[in-house]
């Protein structure tokens, strides 16, 4: 099975704009977490997707947001970046989200505002 | 709110020796689950071992075996032969058990390791 893929990796933007994050889940998975990855902060929880509905969120601020499509593929986009934005952005997904299951990372994708 | 505490940033190994990451973590729940992830510089998270705190039985996976100490709150990896391919950024992490707590995991802050040959 292929693992989770993420686009893009990389990604320079520039502070105000809006930028929209990819995530394909393991094939099967409906479970499809957001993590962000900072020096500062460290790996933070940003939100979970199961069935295309939030179940879970962190504690940031609603310029963070996300989707999931019925195919289990999510999306998280975050307006009027800020420089306190650049980061690794992780997603993980698991079949059903449930507490004992094991999460798989895809790559991340890099983000850089300037 | 739980929390995962790793107190040592960076540690250093030589190949072939042993060498035991910490971690500790503070909950109010009695059943969980604990995690050890791996995150090499290509910044891929890798599974390493995972522990059920109901389960008084150490886990073992190959030459990574955990301590847990329930009690304590207590959860460290031992990597036994070490090898360079270990050398990676180790994160300890907790998630709460439960239909509702979901997938969130809550890491600790990471520790470098570096095996040197």
């Known amino acids: 099975k292929a693992g989770v893929t993420q686009t893009p990796r990389y990604l320079i933007k520039t502070r105000g704009q809006q930028v929209t994050l990819s995530c394909s889940p393991i094939s099967g998975h409906r479970s499809v977490s957001w993590y962000q990855q900072t020096p500062g902060q460290g790996l933070q929880f940003l939100f979970e997707?199961?069935?295309?509905?939030?179940?879970n969120k962190g504690n940031f601020p609603g310029r963070f947001s996300g989707r999931q499509f019925s195919n289990s593929r999510s999306e998280m986009n975050v307006s009027t970046l800020e420089l306190g934005d650049s980061a690794l952005y992780l997603c993980?997904?698991?079949?059903?989200?449930?507490?004992?299951?094991?999460?798989?990372f895809g790559p991340g994708t890099r983000l850089l505002v300037l | 709110a739980q929390t995962v505490t790793q107190s040592q940033p960076e540690m250093s190994v030589q190949e072939a020796e042993t060498v035991t990451l910490s971690c500790t973590y503070d909950t109010s729940e009695s059943d969980y689950y604990l995690f050890w992830y791996k995150q090499p510089p290509s910044r891929q998270m890798i599974l390493v071992i995972r522990?059920?705190?109901?389960?008084?039985q150490n886990a073992t996976e190959n030459r990574f075996s955990v301590n847990f100490q329930k009690a304590a709150k207590s959860f460290s990896l031992k990597i036994s032969d070490s090898q360079l391919g270990d050398a990676a950024m180790y994160f300890c992490a907790y998630r709460s058990w439960g239909e509702t707590s979901g997938s969130r995991l809550t890491f600790g802050e990471g520790t470098q390791l570096t095996v040197n040959p």
């Open positions: 993980a997904s698991s079949p059903a989200g449930g507490s004992q299951e094991t999460q798989y």
């Open positions: 997707y199961f069935s295309e509905t939030q179940r």
């Open positions: 522990q059920e705190a109901y389960k008084q």
